[in-house]
């Protein structure tokens, strides 16, 4: 799939391209997540994207994985939410974008954010985070930091870095499937 067919067949659909918001945890329970994105468990209800109420996030099992999206907010892209996520050995991954182009991937493992960068942007020597480099294995062929790229392409390629990760790509599937919507407090 190219990344025009991926927008018109997975984004579009979905109302992602203006933003986007998805936070990726391999804790596989759906309530510790919501739990750790400072979410009200007890506001847990069944929903589908997109959600009608700002401040709420959609959570549900992704593979292996746990996917969690924000209609509004960044609160998985927070250095103390993925430290949370990611906490006594696990993983998490946040992806996101706004309407002016700006774009963010993150990643922590072990409560340490290792890999934080703009995945447009021809800035790879200045990645950030504590191991800048954690991510190499994932990015073989891939656009991401070369600044080489139309945004559409580093989009779809963020999604498959992603994929390399957590053993799964964004799919209408998954986005017309229910899951937990949880409203942040």
């Known amino acids: 799939m190219d990344s025009t067919e991926f927008e ?5 659909p979905y109302g992602l391209l203006p933003r986007f918001c998805g936070t990726w945890s391999d804790e596989p329970d759906v309530v ?16 589908t994207w997109p959600m009608v109420e700002d401040d709420t996030v959609l959570i549900g099992r992704f593979g292996d994985w746990t996917l969690a999206l924000e209609e509004s907010t ?3 892209s927070d250095k103390p939410t993925l430290a949370a996520l990611s906490s006594g050995g696990g993983q998490a ?5 706004n309407v002016n182009g700006v774009s963010s991937l993150k990643y922590a493992a072990d409560g340490r954010l ?11 020597p200045h990645w950030a985070g504590e191991e800048p480099q954690a991510l190499d294995l994932f990015l073989d062929g891939l656009p991401l930091g070369k600044g080489t790229a139309a945004d559409s392409e580093c989009r779809l390629a963020a999604f498959v870095l992603i994929r390399r990760l957590t053993g799964r790509l964004l799919d209408a599937a998954w986005l017309g499937s229910e899951h937990q919507s949880f409203r942040l407090t």
């Open 8 to 12: 018109e067949k997975v984004l579009e």
């Open 32 to 47: 510790e997540v919501a739990r750790r994105l400072g979410a009200d468990p007890a506001s847990a209800d069944t929903t």
């Open 74 to 76: 960044r609160r998985g």
């Open 93 to 97: 991954a946040n992806y996101w974008w």
């Open 114 to 124: 290792l890999t934080s960068f703009e995945p447009t942007m021809d800035r790879r």
